[in-house]
């Protein structure tokens, strides 16, 4: 399996492109990369070409590309997840298994019982962990992270297509009433669950209940549990 590395200015007939100087350090002093090594190429947004090492330094490297080809590896459901993070090293697991499941977007949400929002160096990190995850689980199509909105702003934003909240109680939808849906905006809250006035904002919004189990999660297990079931439903 040749190596794959992300870069966003790929030319449809291909040709000469340079890599940033964060994926030529990654291709000459991680993976000890060398010249005329074949690599492969994705742009980030759907397209990828098989392409030879031209020059290398420690942050330059210049390839030659063949043509692209459009290939997402995405699947058949647009999933999008509203989510209270946990904290940053699980956020990181978190943020892979999604890129791998083929989540289109996350946006986190600051819930009323956060305890400690995201930071902008944080989401930076993250957004970067989404590119490694690419590269390994062979996706063109980056996954977006928004930036933080709190879950006022979130359930009050409009959204497109089934919009789902996880939270126990009555009248509650499963995976398999969600079958037809192309578009699916879910929404997983922080340690403690979400609070009364969240779930009833969400449910004037919307949002209908999806119940996971009995059981208490963490938040990283719940979102890709439930991110998991949406996928295969």
Same mark, same amino acid.
């Given at each position: 399996m040749t190596r794959r590395y992300f870069c966003n200015e790929l030319a449809a007939a291909g040709g000469l492109v340079s890599l940033s100087s964060e994926?030529?350090?990654?291709?000459?002093?991680?993976?000890?990369?060398?010249?005329? @090594?074949? =690599? $492969?190429?994705?742009?980030?947004?759907?397209?990828?070409?098989?392409?030879?090492?031209?020059?290398?330094?420690?942050? *330059?490297?210049?390839?030659?590309?063949?043509?692209?080809?459009?290939?997402?590896?995405?699947?058949?459901?647009?999933?999008?997840?509203?989510?209270?993070?946990?904290?940053?090293?699980?956020?990181?697991?978190?943020?892979?298994?999604?890129t791998e499941l083929g989540v289109a977007s996350v946006t986190p949400i600051t819930a009323e019982r956060t305890q400690r929002a995201a930071s902008p160096s944080l989401i930076n990190k993250l957004?970067?962990?989404?590119?490694e995850a690419c590269k390994q689980c062979e996706r063109n199509v980056l996954m977006?992270?928004? @930036?933080? =909105? $709190?879950?006022?702003?979130?359930?009050?934003s409009p959204q497109q297509g089934r919009c789902v909240i996880?939270?126990?109680? *009555?009248?509650?939808v499963s995976g398999s009433d969600l079958k037809s849906e192309t578009r699916i905006v879910f929404a997983v809250g922080p340690e403690g669950g979400w609070t009364d006035g969240e779930v009833g904002l969400a449910g004037t919004n919307g949002f209908s209940r999806i119940n996971l189990g009995e059981r208490i999660y963490r938040i990283e297990t719940a979102a890709v549990a439930l991110a998991s079931a949406l996928v295969t439903r």
């Open positions: 994926e030529a350090g990654h291709a000459s002093r991680v993976m000890r990369a060398n010249v005329g @090594d074949s =690599i $492969t190429l994705f742009d980030g947004v759907g397209n990828e070409a098989e392409a030879t090492i031209e020059s290398l330094g420690r942050s *330059e490297c210049v390839c030659v590309s063949g043509a692209t080809r459009g290939i997402t590896r995405m699947p058949s459901v647009d999933l999008h997840l509203g989510v209270a993070l946990p904290k940053p090293d699980r956020a990181k697991e978190l943020i892979e298994r999604l957004r970067r962990v989404v590119v977006r992270i928004a @930036d933080p =909105i $709190t879950s006022k702003e979130f359930f009050q996880a939270h126990q109680g *009555e009248d509650c």
